[in-house]
């Protein structure tokens, strides 16, 4: 079974800080890795998707990266904006076009 | 959201009640997911849906059921609810063209 975990769960950091978020995964044998964010109360929403075969995908100030010999992920969120708070969750497709979620990272940007 | 709706959002009932809740989607999708996120867990998979009343199971089955006689509408049905079913429920469905898994704004279920 897919175990996905986040770490760390919860970060603080000061406005215009650069940042990176960490997944690890245990079976190599993924279809594709996606990043969400979750916004309190509200559905989640797609960031960045990286495909088994790519390495990264880059959007604005992310940027995420897939390596699967050593079972991580990481985003990296450059000269973060306290529009940026926000839990951010990594999620892996296996068959079935199935998802298996992490628990998630809670940011917070401080003015 | 990829036109993604959930009804209703949010939803009282005591236990032993049945309860259903519906996801709508306006683009045709093919595959359509129901999720529940509850703190320490994350989200994990109840049942998905890869065509019209083509469904199967995921993580958390037991205790729900899912229909879909057309592609647009999914529907999760919790036969008897219990308290271990109080929860934020997600509905998602899966973008043809992209790969990516587009959410419904959830609905929050207490079962009292």
Same mark, same amino acid.
Request: charged content about 20%; proline content about 4%.
């Given at each position: 079974?897919?175990? =996905?975990?986040?770490?760390? #769960?919860?970060?603080? =950091?000061? %406005?215009? %800080?650069?940042? =990176?978020?960490?997944?690890?995964?245990?079976?190599?044998? /993924?279809?594709?890795?996606?990043?969400?964010?979750?916004?309190?109360?509200?559905?989640?929403?797609?960031?960045?998707? /990286?495909?088994?075969?790519?390495? %990264?995908?880059?959007? $604005?100030?992310?940027?995420?990266?897939?390596?699967?010999?050593?079972?991580?992920?990481?985003?990296? /969120?450059? #000269?973060?904006?306290?529009?940026?708070?926000?839990?951010?969750?990594? #999620?892996?497709?296996?068959? $079935?076009?199935?998802?298996?979620?992490?628990?998630?990272?809670?940011?917070? =940007? %401080?003015? | 959201?990829?036109?993604?709706?959930?009804?209703?959002? &949010? @939803?009282?009932?005591?236990?032993?009640?049945?309860?259903?809740?519906?996801? &709508?989607?306006?683009?045709?999708?093919?595959?359509?997911?129901?999720?529940?996120?509850?703190?320490? &867990?994350?989200?994990?998979?109840? &049942?998905? !849906?890869?065509?019209?009343?083509?469904?199967? @199971?995921?993580? *958390? +089955?037991?205790?729900?059921? *899912? +229909?879909? !006689?057309?592609?647009?509408?999914?529907?999760?049905?919790?036969?008897?609810?219990? +308290?271990?079913?109080?929860?934020?429920?997600?509905?998602?469905?899966?973008?043809?063209?992209?790969?990516?898994?587009?959410?419904?704004?959830?609905?929050?279920?207490?079962?009292?």
């Amino acid at each position: 079974k897919q175990e =996905v975990t986040q770490i760390p #769960a919860a970060l603080s =950091v000061p %406005e215009g %800080e650069n940042l =990176v978020l960490n997944c690890s995964f245990t079976d190599s044998a /993924i279809y594709n890795l996606q990043w969400f964010r979750q916004d309190p109360g509200k559905g989640l929403t797609s960031l960045l998707l /990286i495909q088994s075969s790519q390495r %990264e995908q880059t959007s $604005g100030r992310l940027n995420a990266s897939l390596d699967k010999s050593s079972g991580r992920s990481t985003l990296y /969120i450059a #000269a973060s904006q306290p529009g940026d708070s926000a839990t951010y969750l990594c #999620a892996f497709t296996g068959g $079935g076009n199935k998802l298996t979620f992490g628990t998630g990272t809670q940011l917070k =940007v %401080e003015l | 959201d990829a036109g993604i709706t959930q009804s209703p959002r &949010h @939803k009282v009932t005591e236990t032993g009640t049945p309860v259903t809740l519906r996801c &709508h989607q306006t683009e045709n999708h093919r595959y359509m997911y129901w999720y529940r996120q509850d703190p320490g &867990h994350g989200l994990r998979l109840i &049942h998905y !849906s890869y065509g019209v009343k083509d469904t199967d @199971k995921g993580e *958390v +089955s037991d205790g729900y059921s *899912v +229909s879909r !006689s057309k592609t647009e509408d999914f529907l999760l049905t919790l036969e008897s609810a219990t +308290s271990s079913q109080t929860s934020v429920y997600f509905c998602a469905a899966l973008g043809g063209n992209t790969d990516t898994q587009y959410f419904g704004p959830g609905t929050r279920l207490t079962v009292l």
